[in-house]
């Protein structure tokens, strides 16, 4: 698969790693919650993020940092819906829509946002296959064990590459099943999605058996509370933490790297694809 093939024609090549911006605009996500609540900073950010060379807006209105409360459907549609419609009039860069609500992800698309970012995989909402296979917006599915409210209760795996790697084969065949082609199917381990610092390393070490599943794989590392334990930092310190597993992700085979730090991203990965390139 070399590229992906958004609702409105446009393609975007997958030859390089993606960087993925993340635009957070909720009052109490983990590393950027409250920053950029209201639309102009939220649209400021990402222009911003354009310029540094973001390939991808990633713009969520509800936080699933662990123990996160759901946010109802009008509150997450008043938060996210503005920023879409301004982003998608003033920047050319694509938009994806962080969220596991149908409705969010349909308003979103009409706006003019290109990619679902479905943290469920197509679970917690009925309707969202049937949004995403008609508007034939690429899709990520993501793992994740439990629920953003309880997943990092005693998270456990006897196998945790096996168990995810079989997740996301059903959740992909599942999608195929409801009518997603395959070639708009992205799929996320869900690093820090009801895992152990353990867990969270053996599946960045071990991607390229995420990859071989044959779609394009994303991952989202960035200041993850894992790098904190591995480096005992708090968040607004784990940059360079996070710069090591983009490097790593790449040369496992990463196709789309979600990140807050977007400058610094782009330069590690545009120079470890030099050399791997080589
Ligand atoms: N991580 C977060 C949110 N959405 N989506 C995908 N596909 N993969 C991820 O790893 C992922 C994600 C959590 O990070 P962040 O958005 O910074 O925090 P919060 O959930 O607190 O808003």
Redesign the pocket.
Known sequence: MSELLLPDGRKLPLDRALIMG?L?V?P??????GLFLRTEDAVRRAEEMAQEGADII?I?G????PG?EPVPLEEELRRVIPVVREVAQRLSVPISV?TYKAEVARRALEEGASIV???SALRFDPDMAEVVARRRAPV?L?HMKGT?RDMQRNPYYEDVLGEVEGFLKERKEAAVGMGIPEENIIL??????GKRVQDNLQLLKNLDRLVALGSPV???????SFIGAVLDLPVEERLEGTLATLVLAVAKGAKIL?V?DVRPAVRVVRMAEAVLRA
């Open positions: 993340v957070n909720t109490d996500s983990f590393s950027d919650g990633d969520g509800e936080s699933s940092r996160a962080d970012n479905d943290i990520v993501m953003p996320d381990p869900g690093i820090g999605f994303l991952v989202g590392t960035s200041r993850k979600r807050h």
